[in-house]
DNA sequence: CTAAAAATGGGTTGTCCAATCCAAAAATCG
DNA sequence: CGATTTTTGGATTGGACAACCCATTTTTAG
């Protein structure tokens, strides 16, 4: 209700908006590096290459700001899976996907775990807004992953609610971002997908296999 | 290294260590409610309902309550799963366990999520020790799911590793639970168990003896 | 019973950080 | 060009909280 990102149409200058950009790339980098809590605005401040009260100009509150991060990390994440997500409508569409995750993953030292359920694990008890914003990331995460499986089920080659297994896989995801960045290696991302995709297959029908 | 529980042994007088016990008890649940950085050790001490430094006197600093907070919940986590630990040796145990999590979620409201691993998420990024006390935490539990798995691959009923299936069922189990807490609607964690759950029972072979 | 050790109480301090204020500089537009 | 709006800078304030100190009471053990 209260709380929006103010100012996100047009009232910002272009030297303005990519200012406000700065601020929300900086704070989305440094809250997904330490976490919203040991992410400071000075921090913030300090990485955005602006000073002083800028923050407060763009943003009502830390609160303001962590929302704007919530939808840019989900953006982010959505952007970045959509090269795949166009082919994640087939067996092998989906083990490239899990691939690439966990070839991410490995880049990225296993830190991080997931932008946006890390941020849900951290203010789901304490941030009721802020809890939504994640809620509704995740569903529109889970949209994009049942387009494929809803595809897959229109063309009669997946047997199963898509709704379902939409929601298993990314649980499985998550579960298995969570361990690895604990465990700080990719087995357990891996071991999670595979399993899912396993699961997924199995409810498969190829062209004249039917299920057991 | 450093920051070690202190005097874990009988260096403390039974009242002692009944208070420091109290300390952890309520750190813990206040952690679990609003998370380790909301939870100030001014609110701990009410609520353990001591007063001054006590908390100063059978902790070091906020981080060795911290590390007592995690091993606690940890014991608490598995002692809890004790009595269904014995039986996830069937499809049927694995069932009853599943149910009872589920069960336990409603009752919370699916609020807290997983007390280890909302902890984890929380330290991941910004307090390597605590890192490592969920990482461990999170192979006893693993250690405890494998069992089941494990006797029923010996008695010859289960095919595919038990190692990586283990692995797999947290991994669900804890991406249902971020789920379900996020969303606060137990689907998550019911269809995220179902599915892995599934997928273990795809792995079974049906022996003779249907002995219930 | 007495001395030593442990436990308790409350007050204090120093730091960190979100949030605000008051201007100055720059950009936009008539 | 001049007026208005937008953007930028630095300094400050107020509160919260972890951590520390010392005196007092209670418990334990000889």
Redesign the interface.
Request: proline letters at 2%; charged letters at 25%.
């Given at each position: 209700m209260t709380t929006s990102t103010q100012s996100s149409s047009g009232r910002l200058t272009r030297k303005g908006e990519a200012t406000r950009q700065r601020i929300v790339a900086a704070a989305a980098q440094l809250i997904y590096?330490?976490?919203v809590?040991?992410a400071t605005l000075e921090d913030v401040r300090a990485a955005a290459g602006v000073s002083g009260s800028q923050i407060y100009h763009y943003f009502a509150d830390k609160q303001a700001l962590l929302l704007a991060v919530i939808e840019y990390q989900t953006e982010a994440v959505l952007g970045l899976q959509e090269p795949l997500f166009g082919r994640m409508d087939s067996m092998e569409g989906l083990r490239r996907w899990r691939d690439a995750l966990v070839e991410y993953q490995r880049r990225m030292q296993c830190?991080?775990?997931c932008p946006i359920?890390?941020i849900?694990?951290?203010v789901?008890?304490?941030n009721p807004e802020a809890?939504l914003a994640?809620?509704s990331g995740?569903l529109r995460w889970e949209a994009a992953i049942r387009a494929g499986l809803s595809a897959m089920h229109a063309r009669g080659e997946l047997d199963g609610d898509p709704e379902?297994?939409a929601?298993?896989v990314?649980?499985?995801?998550?579960?298995?971002l969570?361990?690895t960045?604990?465990?700080r290696e990719t087995?357990?991302?891996e071991?999670?997908l595979?399993?899912?995709l396993?699961?997924v297959e199995?409810r498969t029908r190829r062209a004249g296999t039917t299920e057991d």
């Open positions: 590096e330490r976490g809590t040991e830190r991080g775990g359920g890390s849900g694990g951290e789901a008890e304490n809890r994640v809620a995740f379902d297994l929601l298993a990314l649980a499985a995801l998550q579960g298995g969570l361990l960045q604990i465990q087995r357990p991302l071991i999670a595979d399993a899912i396993d699961h199995s």
